[in-house]
Antibody
């Protein structure tokens, strides 16, 4: 069974760093892209970026380029989303998701349960 | 402002059919057959309902169908059921460096 399990909720202060994780199982982790999607409170979905764990090829939406870093450790089948300096506007639910096939032109068929990040002083 | 435009809300009675539109441009919806639709219930992760304009993943009821004409894609749900009440998001691959864009979402209410 394909599963994406994300790390737990985080409460951070502005300026702090954070790295959240997404562990894949039940499939070949290096053969599919893993993307990250933001959902701010009461708002819609936003595509942030995507990584191919097989070779770490990474693409970002211009809205998120330079604001976050997407990475993956294929040895432990885990993808990451990290911030070096959080802002209050980063408060949101973050989902990781797997592509249907091995291309970044693919939609997402399996999703993690989401990680709620709250940034508040 | 989302890249793709959806109506904020639609409603229908059980058994009826509804259609949700998703309007983009020739750089996204009109330029590719990579249009997808997601269903999201409150507090849950999105679920893929339609991909490549009109394909249903395994397990999605055939009451859900998708189509596209020009720069506008549509999701039709026939035989509405109470459990269809949710938010629906369209998504399209785009030639811009954004790669993928979502619509703003449509809240479906089953009366």
């Amino acid at each position: 069974e394909v599963q994406l399990v994300q790390s737990g909720a985080e409460v951070k202060k502005p300026g702090e760093s954070l790295k959240i994780s997404c562990k894949g199982s039940g499939y070949s982790f290096t053969s599919y892209w893993i993307g990250w999607v933001r959902q701010m409170p009461g708002k819609g979905l936003e595509w942030m970026g995507i990584i191919y764990p097989g070779d770490s090829d990474t693409r970002y939406s211009p809205s998120f380029q330079g604001q976050v870093t997407i990475s993956a450790d294929k040895s432990i089948s885990t993808a990451y989303l990290q911030w070096s300096s959080l802002k209050a506007s980063d408060t949101a639910m973050y989902y990781c998701a797997r592509t249907v096939w091995g291309s970044y032109r693919s939609p997402f068929d399996y999703w993690g349960q989401g990680t709620l990040v709250t940034v508040s002083s | 402002q989302s890249a793709l435009t959806q109506p904020a809300s639609v409603s229908g009675s059980p058994g009826q059919s509804i259609t949700i539109s998703c309007t983009g441009t020739s750089s996204d919806v009109g330029g590719y057959n990579y249009v997808s639709w997601y269903q999201q219930h409150p507090g849950k992760a999105p679920k893929l309902m339609i991909y490549e304009v009109s394909n249903r993943p395994s397990g999605v009821p055939d009451r859900f169908s998708g189509s596209k004409s020009g720069n506008t894609a549509s999701l039709t749900i026939s035989g509405l059921q109470a459990e269809d009440e949710a938010d629906y998001y369209c998504s399209s691959y785009t030639s811009s460096s954004t790669h993928w864009v979502f619509g703003g979402g449509t809240k479906l209410t089953v009366l």
